[in-house]
């Protein structure tokens, strides 16, 4: 049985409480590759593009390709299991047809009480995943955030998860309806050893607010133990997953997660948190034990500052020049903190 502690006492300095997750960086070796992969491939829109990175619409947040070498990044390699990139659908056997016909190779699939998922890697390792949540799934409080991200941003039915920002049309661009467009990213999974560390951190230094603590999907782990959590951090869940101590296979006997994450891969996958004054922000985390990297950086996009989570997880904080504002990325960022 699942269950589920929602929506719990915040600390009394919840710092980032009410920040919101704009960006989601992902490293990658090849930028021209990683831009195919995502856009022919996968169906994705370019909202921004330059010879250093590339802008992606996916829903509630952007995904930001980022050439690794320019950051001192160095990538797992074939697969890349720190994290795990979840984009929600309303037909998952659908989606997967198409996205196998567009050249995707699916490595797993899994049914189970949370509804259905199956898995892939794009061209750098990253972990990406489609999820068809079941009526049980759609029951808890993290439920009503899926709910709202289909409402606001999601293409497709309403039987499943509900009524859809709008609904695929016959006469849409084959190329766009038949991929992730409008199939918007809702979870950003990160593997840890230690779920109750992991929550101090989460929930206590950072302030994050969670929906919900709940087992995982492995019955030979501790009934008691809550292995995941589930922090609403505006558009998608960003959410803390413990790695299992026995092995948990998918449908077909494959395994199915990681038993062991390696430190030096997890930099791989970076959120950005969005906040309106990062001096204040800094101060107020390091006062609670959090350890920033480098200086506060000042460039022509804004303030950033950078720190890591006690698993190598890596983080920013971005305050925007008003004039970043004013460019497509910027529009977008607008039309999330207002959705």
Not at 228 to 250: C, W
Request: proline share 5%; aromatic share 10%.
């Amino acid at each position: 049985m699942v269950t589920t502690t929602a929506h719990a006492q915040e600390p009394e300095e919840a710092v980032l409480a009410d920040s919101q997750v704009i960006f989601l960086i992902l490293y990658v070796n090849d930028l021209g590759e990683s831009k195919a992969f995502y856009e022919q491939q996968l169906g994705l829109r370019v909202i921004e593009a330059d010879e250093d990175s590339v802008k992606f619409d996916a829903g509630l947040v952007i995904l930001w390709l980022n050439r690794a070498s320019a950051y001192g990044v160095k990538l797992a390699g074939r697969r890349d299991d720190a994290s795990d990139i979840v984009f929600l659908v309303d037909d998952i056997n659908a989606t997967r047809e198409a996205l196998e016909a567009r050249g995707v190779v699916f490595v797993r699939r899994r049914t189970y009480e949370i509804g259905l998922v199956t898995d892939f890697y794009d061209p750098n390792g990253h972990r990406l995943m489609v999820y068809q949540p079941s009526p049980t799934a759609l029951s808890w409080p993290s439920g009503d955030k899926l709910r709202q991200v289909w409402r606001t941003c999601g293409r497709g039915g309403s039987e499943l998860i509900g009524a859809a920002s709008s609904t695929s049309s016959p006469d849409a661009d084959a190329s766009r309806s038949a991929g992730l467009d409008g199939k918007p990213l809702v979870y950003l999974f990160m593997f840890v050893p230690h779920s109750e560390d992991a929550f101090s951190f989460y929930g206590g230094d950072l302030g994050l607010r969670p929906i919900e603590r709940v087992h995982c999907c492995n019955p030979a782990c501790p009934p008691e133990e809550k292995g995941i959590a589930k922090y609403d951090v505006g558009g998608i869940l960003l959410t803390t997953h413990h790695i299992h101590r026995s092995p948990v296979v998918d449908d077909f006997g494959k395994i199915y997660s990681p038993k062991e994450v390696d430190p030096s891969h997890t930099n791989g996958v970076v959120p950005v948190f969005h906040v309106g004054d990062i001096r204040q922000k800094v101060e107020k985390l390091t006062q609670r034990g959090v350890i920033f990297t480098g200086e506060l950086i000042h460039s022509h996009i804004g303030f950033v500052a950078r720190f890591e989570a006690s698993t190598g997880h890596a983080f920013y904080l971005y305050e925007p020049d008003a004039r970043a504002l004013q460019w497509p990325s910027g529009l977008k960022i607008t039309q999330i903190l207002s959705s």
